[in-house]
């Protein structure tokens, strides 16, 4: 079984509908991280958590939020969605003071707003 | 400028080949470096840290030069299962301001 997994694997959504990626880990890792990538951009942090009720804007956090519902937990929204949220989006985990501070990441989420 | 860059390539090459690929960063403050492996449609995995004293695991070598601030990986015989982007990865920061910015990856193709 995966360590992190993610769910839907693919989505298709219209603009203005509201959007939830899920991410679960059985990893037993307390910091979890949402990232896009993107053609040309590469990946880009959205949000992150050190903890359950611990959350931290990334670089791109207009437009989107996330709840850390538990420990294993750590959910993406997309209130309004938008074409340019068109993005392969990834869930990751890291122990903290793990070896080379590694992080592991989730399958993937490719979502497309038309 | 970005923090951290890659020649995008591709980089085409037979099996057998010996390869490299360079990254650079502009943040002296960096602390500490990896390179990451992405297969087409899937998630990045660590391939390796980069260490001060270079590290070498099999046929990957990495290495840092602190002077010029750039980290390199050697892909010693090719194999056709090396065909990846390879994700430049630096950390800079410590405690919870640790941060990692990505590089934009470089694309190999290793050829029969």
């Known amino acids: 079984d995966a360590d992190v997994t993610q769910t839907p694997r693919n989505r298709i959504t219209k603009t203005g509908k509201r959007i939830m990626l899920e991410c679960s880990q059985t990893k037993g890792h307390d910091r979890m991280y949402w990232y896009r990538q993107d053609p040309g951009l590469g990946l880009r942090l959205i949000y992150y958590?050190?903890?359950?009720?611990?959350?931290n804007k990334g670089e791109i956090s207009d437009g989107y939020s996330v709840s850390r519902q538990a420990q294993a937990k750590f959910s993406l929204s997309l209130e309004s969605a938008i074409p340019n949220q068109t993005a392969l989006y990834f869930c990751a985990t890291r122990r903290a003071g793990g070896p080379n501070n590694e992080q592991f990441f989730g399958p993937g989420t490719r979502l497309t707003v038309l | 400028r970005k923090e951290v860059e890659q020649d995008p390539g591709p980089f085409n090459v037979p099996e057998g080949a010996t390869v490299a690929f360079n990254c650079t960063y502009s943040n002296s403050a960096s602390q500490s470096f990896f390179w990451y492996r992405q297969d087409c449609r899937k998630e990045p995995k660590l391939l390796m840290s980069v260490y001060s004293s270079g590290n070498e695991d099999g046929r990957f070598t990495a290495q840092l030069n602190r002077a010029s601030q750039y980290i390199s990986l050697l892909i010693r015989d090719s194999k056709l299962s090396d065909s990846a982007t390879y994700l430049c990865?630096?950390?800079?920061?410590?405690?919870?301001?640790?941060?990692?910015?990505w590089g934009l990856g470089t694309s190999l193709a290793v050829n029969p």
């Open positions: 958590s050190f903890d359950v009720k611990d959350i």
């Open positions: 990865v630096v950390n800079r920061g410590a405690g919870n301001n640790r941060k990692l910015i």
